[in-house]
C-alpha cells in the first residue's frame, strides 16, 4: 500500500538540494555538474536504487547530522548517505523571527526555483521557510540555506565537497522526474531518550508535534503527506472530496488508512514504555535552547542594529533559564560609516575614560606621597625630640659629684669624729 501512496505522491515529499529550471540545466557552474562519487553509486545500485530515484533529507541539529534517502524500486526510502554538519547556528528551537539567527526546525520542501548554482556560498539550495506553519504562526525570515563555504547565519553549512555531493542528489532527482523534495529538520533524533531529556523545555510541546511527522516516517519510510490547520501540523491525513486544510482554519474531518493507524498505535506503546523508563533514569544533560520568542526578539534586535553598522557585542545575546539576558564584552566592529563612526565615539569615550582614571591616579599618588612626606617629617622631629633629651640626660650624668664608696665614707666620717673629740678636749684641758 505505501508503494502505491508514493507512486500517486500521496506521501511524497522531498529536499531540493539542487535546483534549476529547465533553461538552466545546462548552464550549471561546473561544481553543480559533478557526478556522485563511484562508491556511492554502487552503494545505490546494490540497495535497489537508480541515481535518478526521488529523494528526501533529514537534520538532527544536535547530533550534526544531514541523511539524505532515496526511494527504492519498492517506493520505500533508505539511507544513502550521511554528512557531519559543518555549521549550523542559533540554538536547539524553532526560528521565531526574521534576525533571531535560528536555524529552522520542520517540515520543508524545495522546488528547482529555490536552488542556486551560483552561490556565493559554492551551491546552495532555499530551504523554503517560511512555510505555511511558520506563515500560520506569524514566524518571519527569508533566505534560509543549505550552502557550502562552512559558515552560517541561520543557515545550515557544509563544507563545499559535501554541498556538492548533497547539490548532485537533488539534481539527479529532478532529472528523473522529481518535481519537489522534502526536508525534515529536527532538534535531535526524536528518541524516547533524548524526548524525556527535554520533557521540561519551553519548546517540547513544538518537537512533540514535529515528533508525530517523524514517527510516521519511521513506520513507513516514506516522507509524510504533510498539511497545516489549526496552525499546527498534521501528518498522512486524507480530508474529504472538496475539501482543504486551511492552515489558520479549522481541521476537517480526515481519514488514515486503517494499517497505518495501527502500525502507529503499536509504535506509540513501545516508545511510551521507553519514555517512561528513559524520564526515571539519569540522562545526559539537555543542550541550550531558544527561550521562545522573547530571546528570538532580544538576538532580532542585535541582528538589525549589526546591519546598521552600529557597533555590538561580536556574539548575539543569550537569555538564561532564569530569564536574564548574557552579552558577551567584546565588541565588534562594523566596516560601514555608521560602524566606523561609532567606533571613533567608542574610541572618543575609552580615552576620556583612561585619562581620567591617569587624572584620578596622579591625585592619588601626590596625595600619597604629600603624606608620606608628612609622616616622614613627624618621624624625624620625634627623632630629635627623643636625641635631644638623651643628650640633656647624659649631661646631668657627667655634672653630678662622684659618691664615695661606702667602706670609704665610714672612713671618713670616723677620721672627723677623732679630729672633733680631739679639739673639744683640747678647750677643757683635756
Same mark, same amino acid.
Given at each position: 500500500?505505501?508503494a502505491?501512496?508514493?507512486?500517486?505522491?500521496?506521501?511524497?515529499?522531498?529536499?531540493?538540494?539542487?535546483?534549476?529550471?529547465?533553461?538552466?540545466?545546462?548552464?550549471?557552474?561546473?561544481?553543480a555538474?559533478?557526478?556522485?562519487?563511484?562508491?556511492?553509486?554502487?552503494?545505490?545500485? $546494490?540497495?535497489?536504487?537508480?541515481?535518478?530515484?526521488?529523494?528526501?533529507?533529514?537534520?538532527?541539529?544536535?547530533e550534526?547530522?544531514?541523511?539524505?534517502?532515496?526511494?527504492?524500486?519498492?517506493?520505500?526510502?533508505?539511507?544513502?548517505?550521511?554528512?557531519?554538519?559543518?555549521?549550523?547556528?542559533?540554538?536547539?528551537?524553532?526560528? #521565531?523571527?526574521?534576525?533571531?539567527?535560528?536555524?529552522?526546525?520542520?517540515?520543508?520542501?524545495?522546488?528547482?526555483?529555490?536552488?542556486?548554482?551560483?552561490?556565493?556560498?559554492?551551491?546552495?539550495?532555499?530551504?523554503?521557510?517560511?512555510?505555511? #506553519?511558520?506563515?500560520?504562526?506569524?514566524?518571519?525570515?527569508?533566505n534560509?540555506?543549505?550552502?557550502g563555504?562552512?559558515?552560517?547565519?541561520?543557515? #545550515?553549512s557544509?563544507?563545499?565537497?559535501?554541498?556538492?555531493?548533497?547539490?548532485?542528489?537533488?539534481?539527479?532527482?529532478?532529472?528523473g522526474?522529481?518535481?519537489?523534495?522534502?526536508?525534515q529538520?529536527?532538534?535531535?533524533?526524536?528518541?524516547?531518550?533524548?524526548?524525556?531529556?527535554?520533557?521540561?523545555?519551553?519548546?517540547?510541546?513544538?518537537?512533540?508535534?514535529?515528533?508525530?511527522?517523524?514517527?510516521?516516517?519511521?513506520?513507513?519510510?516514506?516522507?509524510?503527506?504533510?498539511?497545516?490547520?489549526?496552525?499546527?501540523y498534521?501528518?498522512?491525513?486524507?480530508?474529504?472530496?472538496?475539501?482543504?486544510?486551511?492552515?489558520t482554519?479549522?481541521?476537517?474531518?480526515?481519514?488514515?488508512?486503517?494499517?497505518?493507524?495501527? $502500525?502507529?498505535?503499536?509504535?506509540?506503546?513501545?516508545?511510551?514504555?521507553?519514555?517512561?523508563?528513559?524520564?526515571?533514569?539519569?540522562?545526559?544533560?539537555?543542550?541550550?535552547?531558544?527561550?521562545g520568542?522573547?530571546?528570538?526578539s532580544?538576538?532580532?534586535?542585535?541582528?538589525?542594529?549589526?546591519?546598521?553598522?552600529e557597533?555590538?557585542?561580536?556574539?548575539p545575546?543569550?537569555?538564561?533559564?532564569?530569564?536574564?539576558?548574557?552579552?558577551?564584552?567584546?565588541?565588534?566592529?562594523?566596516d560601514?560609516?555608521?560602524?566606523?563612526?561609532?567606533? !571613533?565615539?567608542?574610541?572618543?569615550?575609552?580615552?576620556?575614560?583612561?585619562?581620567?582614571?591617569?587624572?584620578?591616579?596622579?591625585?592619588?599618588? $601626590?596625595?600619597?606621597?604629600?603624606?608620606?612626606?608628612?609622616?616622614?617629617?613627624?618621624?624625624?622631629?620625634?627623632a630629635?625630640?627623643q636625641?635631644?633629651?638623651?643628650?640633656?640626660?647624659?649631661?646631668?650624668?657627667?655634672?653630678?659629684?662622684?659618691?664615695?664608696?661606702?667602706?670609704?665614707? !665610714?672612713?671618713?666620717?670616723?677620721?672627723t669624729?677623732?679630729?672633733?673629740?680631739?679639739?673639744?678636749?683640747?678647750?677643757?684641758g683635756?
Amino acid at each position: 500500500m505505501f508503494a502505491k501512496l508514493a507512486r500517486t505522491g500521496v506521501l511524497i515529499a522531498a529536499i531540493g538540494v539542487a535546483g534549476c529550471n529547465d533553461s538552466s540545466m545546462k548552464n550549471f557552474a561546473p561544481e553543480a555538474n559533478k557526478p556522485l562519487p563511484d562508491k556511492i553509486l554502487a552503494d545505490m545500485r $546494490a540497495k535497489g536504487m537508480v541515481r535518478t530515484s526521488s529523494v528526501m533529507a533529514r537534520i538532527f541539529k544536535e547530533e550534526g547530522k544531514l541523511e539524505i534517502w532515496k526511494a527504492k524500486t519498492n517506493g520505500r526510502y533508505e539511507m544513502v548517505a550521511s554528512y557531519d554538519i559543518c555549521k549550523w547556528s542559533g540554538k536547539l528551537g524553532p526560528k #521565531y523571527t526574521e534576525g533571531d539567527r535560528q536555524a529552522p526546525e520542520g517540515f520543508y520542501t524545495v522546488r528547482p526555483s529555490q536552488m542556486n548554482p551560483r552561490s556565493n556560498y559554492h551551491l546552495s539550495f532555499n530551504i523554503g521557510f517560511p512555510n505555511a #506553519y511558520d506563515r500560520a504562526n506569524g514566524r518571519t525570515g527569508q533566505n534560509l540555506m543549505v550552502h557550502g563555504a562552512c559558515s552560517s547565519s541561520g543557515c #545550515y553549512s557544509m563544507t563545499d565537497a559535501q554541498i556538492e555531493q548533497i547539490y548532485a542528489f537533488g539534481r539527479d532527482a529532478f532529472q528523473g522526474g522529481q518535481t519537489e523534495f522534502q526536508i525534515q529538520a529536527f532538534p535531535f533524533r526524536m528518541t524516547a531518550a533524548n524526548m524525556a531529556r527535554y520533557r521540561n523545555d519551553p519548546n517540547y510541546d513544538f518537537w512533540k508535534m514535529l515528533k508525530v511527522g517523524y514517527d510516521n516516517f519511521e513506520i513507513t519510510k516514506v516522507p509524510p503527506k504533510v498539511d497545516v490547520c489549526e496552525k499546527r501540523y498534521v501528518f498522512n491525513q486524507v480530508a474529504p472530496e472538496g475539501t482543504t486544510f486551511d492552515p489558520t482554519g479549522p481541521c476537517p474531518e480526515t481519514t488514515q488508512p486503517d494499517s497505518l493507524k495501527t $502500525a502507529y498505535a503499536n509504535y506509540e506503546k513501545s516508545y511510551d514504555a521507553a519514555f517512561n523508563s528513559a524520564a526515571n533514569s539519569s540522562a545526559v544533560a539537555p543542550k541550550p535552547t531558544i527561550s521562545g520568542i522573547k530571546e528570538a526578539s532580544i538576538v532580532s534586535d542585535w541582528s538589525k542594529r549589526r546591519a546598521r553598522g552600529e557597533r555590538v557585542p561580536i556574539d548575539p545575546p543569550s537569555m538564561n533559564s532564569d530569564g536574564s539576558v548574557t552579552e558577551t564584552t567584546r565588541m565588534g566592529r562594523i566596516d560601514s560609516p555608521a560602524g566606523r563612526k561609532m567606533a !571613533a565615539l567608542d574610541a572618543e569615550k575609552e580615552a576620556k575614560r583612561k585619562a581620567e582614571e591617569q587624572r584620578l591616579a596622579a591625585i592619588e599618588a $601626590a596625595k600619597a606621597a604629600k603624606e608620606q612626606a608628612k609622616a616622614q617629617a613627624l618621624a624625624e622631629k620625634e627623632a630629635a625630640k627623643q636625641a635631644a633629651q638623651q643628650q640633656v640626660v647624659t649631661a646631668g650624668v657627667e655634672a653630678t659629684p662622684a659618691q664615695p664608696a661606702p667602706e670609704q665614707a !665610714a672612713d671618713a666620717d670616723q677620721g672627723t669624729v677623732s679630729k672633733l673629740k680631739k679639739k673639744l678636749l683640747g678647750m677643757f684641758g683635756g
